[in-house]
């Protein structure tokens, strides 16, 4: 159990981390979280190429002096992953947060040039194997995360995390206000990891429709799908969505329980979902999914990052 918290760990003056999200986050985004004393990640697929990924961390280094960070997927199915790392490690990102697969040789590398690495877990084997890795934090992704949600509630995944790891614990998931925060950092955390609620933001570069459906649906309207991705991914429950339903087709489950196509399966599924995601985030039509988690019930209106961090820090001190 660590009682360092992200403040301590990145030098920053408020434990939140802007939470890396597909397609969505952006340069902008990273910016003003961390010229709110904040900090921000941005998955390395959001840039087409690996170079775009080096041109986008110098440009936030033009602009920013504070802390920021990249997303990496560490397993197979990032086939450019050797390369971001490389280029991670090269420009001296502050830290990088690793998903899916296992990130003993992203720590190792990142070590080496002194980035820090926080890791996502969603289960304590998980935590403790990349707590005997050497990771910089844990990131527990509960439940009520947006994407790809965990399993178990922050009740149950926080304090179980703190009490038998050593690095520092992260929150992710179902955070939304500043008392929030705070009653996070009292169950142990040492900070949160928030992404839905500044989907609909002025930095933001996803569509109006998007940002609004943020606005008019709420923690009830938020479901689990797999048609997206192959692994349950929380969406909208927008008409669209319920036309389509949420689970995969006989085809596609018996394809999955392949051994020999499994992998080549799940690979143009993710492919094919994520194109998808990224026709509803930057074209409007009427076939739209939109990726987002329960805490866009507090989002009510289109605001900057900056106004909203101000009021969580104020709700948090409060």
Avoid at 24 to 41: E, L
Avoid at 113 to 135: E, I, M, N, P, S
Avoid at 233 to 245: D, E, K, L, M, R
Wanted: aromatic share 8%; with cysteine; glycine share 6%.
């Amino acid at each position: 159990m660590s009682k360092q918290t992200l403040c301590d760990i990145l030098g920053i003056d408020f434990p939140l981390i802007v939470a890396p999200m597909f397609l969505v986050s952006n340069t902008k985004m990273i910016i003003a979280a961390t010229k709110a004393s904040c900090t921000g990640a941005i998955p390395a697929l959001n840039f087409r190429t690996t170079e775009e990924l080096r041109t986008a961390i110098r440009y936030i280094k033009s602009q920013t002096d504070k802390p920021f960070g990249i997303n990496l997927i560490v397993n197979k199915s990032n086939i450019y992953y050797k390369k971001q790392l490389e280029i991670i490690c090269e420009e001296k990102v502050a830290f990088v947060i690793t998903s899916l697969g296992s990130p003993e040789e992203t720590i190792v590398k990142c070590h080496e040039h002194g980035v820090k690495v926080f890791c996502d877990v969603t289960d304590l084997k998980y935590a403790q194997k990349v707590d005997r890795l050497g990771c910089d934090a844990i990131i527990a992704v509960n439940k009520e995360a947006g994407g790809h949600a965990g399993t178990k509630s922050y009740r149950e995944l926080l304090p179980l995390l703190v009490e038998n790891c050593t690095a520092p614990v992260i929150s992710a998931g179902g955070v939304s206000t500043g008392k929030e925060i705070r009653q996070m950092m009292e169950l142990g955390a040492a900070g949160v990891s928030m992404g839905s609620i500044f989907i609909a933001t002025d930095e933001s570069d996803v569509t109006r429709e998007y940002k609004q459906a943020c606005i008019d649906y709420g923690a009830s309207d938020i479901i689990m799908t797999t048609k997206l991705s192959g692994t349950p991914c929380t969406v909208i429950n927008t008409p669209y969505v319920q036309s389509i339903g949420t689970n995969q087709n006989w085809l596609e489950k018996l394809l999955n329980k392949n051994k020999k196509l499994k992998k080549w399966v799940k690979a143009f599924v993710f492919s094919r979902g994520m194109k998808k995601l990224e026709q509803s985030a930057f074209g409007a039509t009427y076939k739209t999914v939109w990726c987002a988690g329960p805490s866009i019930e507090s989002v009510k209106e289109i605001r900057s990052i900056q106004a909203i961090i101000s009021d969580l820090r104020a709700e948090y001190a409060s």
